[in-house]
């Protein structure tokens, strides 16, 4: 921009000033101005007078210091890296397009950095959504990783459009603004009325407004933190048991889902107990939601899963790829 500027006064300084010292036309300025810029040298139209030859001086050196500054600018654009980074949004733009079934993070801060995290821990891509540039370049930075990101507003359709939001299967808004978080939700539910919708909440009163944007679930990370604090002091082996469920712990453990459509043909139809997971795994089945929504805690080992119901797993890292290696498709 100060370059344009630049370029635009020495054009207007040339102009002007062959105009009122050498009495040329404005085409006759003008056609002088650029062969003096560009040192063609074609010659002068006409003998120039003592004030003259003091202004074409003046302005040659004016150009030098000009065309030094704009050189240093463009080396600067260059190795710093900015035209690289455009390149990258450009090769990120096109790679979002090919996106099917992703998931969109609204917001790189202290909770969409974390979702962004753990989705990408257990396989999602991901396309996050930030405005502030540095958040990213200091996470990538950081040991992140190329991010495949969208530079702009999220409450705003095309934004949302570039993220592939009528393709995804989930989006999460983890803007800091609560009025943000139901913007996006309202835009995000009109452009894919089929989508899953995370939205955080820092007040109780927005719980209710979220769900009417069509939020699918709400998190209030302040009242889960307090909760976690005061469960510490009264139920400190149920916070800790937590903990390593929630990759917190030294001993991690996970949660995982298997649903009845992606069992292997050959297990389809048996009971738990046939199914036998934790002697062949070591996972241990806690719980099956029934496609009606209803959920067993600790189902009976004679309850055999129907099609659209899913099974609660829960294990070691180990355990949970060896239940998918032997019941998966």
């Not at 050189?71 to 390149?87: A, D, K, M």
């Not at 070591?282 to 067993?296: H, K, P, S």
Request: net charge negative.
């Amino acid at each position: 921009m100060v370059s344009l500027v630049l370029a635009l006064a020495s054009l207007t300084i040339g102009v002007i000033g062959f105009m009122l010292i050498e009495h040329y036309s404005l085409l006759d300025a003008f056609y002088m101005t650029i062969t003096t810029v560009s040192t063609v040298g074609y010659g002068e139209l006409h003998p120039f007078s003592p004030a003259g030859r003091l202004f074409v001086s003046v302005y040659i050196f004016f150009n030098l210091v000009f065309i030094a500054y704009l050189i240093s600018q463009l080396t600067t654009y260059i190795f710093n890296g900015e035209l690289r980074t455009l390149f990258n949004m450009y090769r990120t733009d096109q790679e979002i397009r090919s996106f099917k079934d992703h998931v969109i993070v609204c917001g790189f801060g202290r909770n969409g950095s974390k979702a962004y995290a753990e989705l990408l821990a257990n396989g999602a891509r991901v396309v996050v959504v930030e405005q502030n540039q540095e958040l990213l370049r200091a996470a990538t930075e950081n040991g992140a990783g190329p991010i495949a990101a969208i530079f702009g507003d999220a409450t705003a359709d095309e934004t949302l459009l570039q993220a592939g939001v009528e393709r995804a299967r989930a989006l999460i808004t983890a803007l800091p603004k609560d009025a943000d978080n139901v913007f996006v939700a309202l835009t995000a539910r009109g452009l894919n009325p089929d989508l899953k919708i995370i939205a955080r909440a820092s007040l109780k009163t927005s719980e209710s407004k979220l769900l009417r944007a069509g939020v699918d679930s709400v998190v209030m990370p302040d009242e889960i933190g307090g909760s976690h604090m005061a469960n510490l002091i009264m139920r400190p082996e149920v916070i800790r048991f937590l903990d390593m469920i929630s990759g917190l712990g030294p001993n991690k453990l996970r949660l995982e889902e298997l649903r009845y459509q992606e069992f292997r043909r050959e297990w389809q139809g048996r009971s738990i107990r046939e199914l036998d997971v934790r002697s062949r795994t070591g996972a241990t089945i806690i719980g099956l939601r029934l496609q009606d929504g209803e959920v067993l805690v600790s189902p009976s080992a004679d309850t055999r899963p129907a099609p659209g119901d899913v099974l609660l797993l829960l294990g070691t890292d180990d355990q949970v790829r060896a239940v998918m290696q032997q019941f998966h498709v």
